[in-house]
């Protein structure tokens, strides 16, 4: 699950986008909406299924969204997430499950 997230921070899973660039014939849309184009940035953050588990996600934590992109919450989660206080291993465990779940039902969409 963190090898996933530590991809998905450095933008090296290989998402459609990043495919397309090695094979121009790649499907560049995403395989959970089919409507955009798949990034990293789509797939985490702005597809409407990742928003829906972010919502509920947040929704348990007693929070909302804030409105951010996924580089933009990167950011902000690695630098007001620091630490290892049970409330911060648990949004860092909350970040690392839901990119892993998005992932893993990206990945078996096309598989
Ligand atoms: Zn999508």
Redesign the pocket.
């Known amino acids: 699950m963190s090898f996933i997230l530590w991809m998905a921070v450095r933008g090296r899973l290989p998402t459609r986008d990043r495919i397309h660039k090695y094979d121009h014939g790649a499907v560049t849309t995403?395989v959970?909406?089919n409507?955009?184009l798949e990034s990293h940035a789509?797939?985490f953050f702005e597809?409407?299924?990742s928003r829906a588990i972010w919502t509920q996600l947040l929704n348990y934590c007693g929070t909302h969204w804030i409105g951010l992109c996924w580089n933009d919450f990167i950011a902000w989660a690695s630098t007001h997430w620091r630490g290892n206080t049970p409330v911060i291993v648990a949004k860092k465990l909350c970040l690392g499950a839901a990119v892993y779940h998005i992932w893993r039902k990206r990945t078996c969409h096309i598989f």
């Open positions: 995403c959970l909406c409507s955009h789509h797939l597809c409407l299924f």
